[in-house]
């Protein structure tokens, strides 16, 4: 099965990842804004791995599809670009990020009309750029079969990108309270997760990337997609978060930027209920339709962010090995195997 999935992703999914970002990076490279071509330009460059990530999911379906892998990689490079976008402008303020990350909404309602994305920006003239990628995943998502059955949980998930605008806020006690009292109006009854936790599983948009995989598969039903929305919505997405975090937790320091994994009390309660938030997402995703496909895209994700050189200094060894354990035996086997992606794609640090 592994090898099958890796067979099919290698041989045919990376060189056609390589096509799509190549022609994002020309589109990027010709930004008239400079400011603006640096941040698409740079998401690119350094979110390479979360490109092929992304891309991933299009191993879900029984049949290749590669109007699904355009599409995740579109929206891969979106969200990576407002990212890069928001935390330039945090300076003006979460209105600013609000009104960029709705762009992430918009691209997966096809009827929905482009926004004033810029509103609150101080750079501007991107050439069509942001608007085309939006309008490309609004057209790919209509090609879908079972898109129709989906909308509704990859809305509801979509809507909750909006957590995004504030973790680039300079600001820490505005931009905790802010994330605290978000976190309370979305999720007014839920005790199972802290906070923050809350807050860092709908900062990832893993929940968006699964549905849209279910929604390329012909028949689906509503049940079916809750359970994925369930699934991934907290558990997986939150690891992905956590596990991002984790890996950059020297630099944030470093910089003095949010970091999710720091609002636990100290590193080893961090690593401990890492390890259990991981074990539960990998539970809840076996049950789901195909789930060993699915466990195999949670191995590689948590792979490729304990592969990072930064998760792996002397200070990180031990808790990485822990994690790394969590995760089973194929996240062990995948390991080695993404340090050399890393060194191919020259991904070691970023």
Not at 2 to 25: M, P, T
Not at 137 to 153: E, G, K, N
Not at 175 to 193: K, N, T, V, Y
Not at 227 to 233: C, N
Request: glycine share 6%; with cysteine; charged share 20%.
């Amino acid at each position: 099965m592994l090898a099958a999935a890796s067979i099919r992703e290698l041989l045919w999914g990376l060189r056609a990842v390589a096509r799509e970002v190549a022609r994002w990076r020309s589109l990027a490279a010709a930004i008239p804004d400079e400011a603006l071509r640096n941040d698409a330009l740079r998401a690119i460059e350094r979110k390479r791995a979360s490109i092929d990530g992304a891309a991933l999911f299009w191993t879900l379906p029984r049949r290749r599809n590669l109007k699904l892998l355009r599409l995740l990689v579109a929206y891969e490079i979106l969200a990576d670009f407002l990212d890069c976008a928001s935390e330039r402008g945090a300076h003006v303020g979460v209105a600013n990020g609000l009104c960029l990350h709705s762009a992430l909404r918009d691209a997966l309602n096809p009827v929905a009309p482009l926004g004033d994305y810029y509103r609150y920006h101080s750079w501007t003239d991107d050439g069509g750029y942001l608007c085309l990628l939006v309008v490309t995943c609004q057209r790919a998502c209509v090609l879908l079969p079972s898109f129709h059955v989906t909308h509704p949980f990859i809305d509801r998930a979509a809507s909750l990108t909006e957590v995004l605008a504030f973790n680039h806020e300079p600001d820490p006690l505005s931009r905790d309270a802010g994330l605290h009292a978000w976190a309370i109006r979305q999720f007014p009854a839920q005790s199972e997760l802290a906070w923050f936790e809350w807050c860092g599983s709908a900062s990832a948009w893993l929940t968006i990337l699964a549905l849209l995989a279910l929604a390329a598969e012909p028949k689906r039903g509503t049940a079916e997609a809750k359970k994925v929305y369930d699934a991934y919505l907290p558990w997986v997405s939150l690891v992905g978060t956590m596990l991002d975090s984790y890996a950059d937790i020297a630099e944030d320091e470093a910089e003095d930027a949010h970091s999710y994994i720091a609002h636990y009390p100290d590193r080893q309660i961090a690593t401990e209920r890492v390890g259990e938030i991981l074990g539960q997402s990998l539970r809840e995703i076996a049950g789901l339709h195909r789930g060993h496909h699915h466990l195999v895209i949670a191995a590689c994700m948590i792979s490729m962010f304990l592969s990072k050189d930064s998760a792996r200094t002397p200070a990180m060894r031990s808790n990485t090995s822990k994690i790394i354990r969590s995760g089973g035996t194929l996240t062990r086997a995948l390991v080695p195997v993404l340090r050399v992606w890393r060194i191919v794609y020259g991904q070691r640090s970023t």
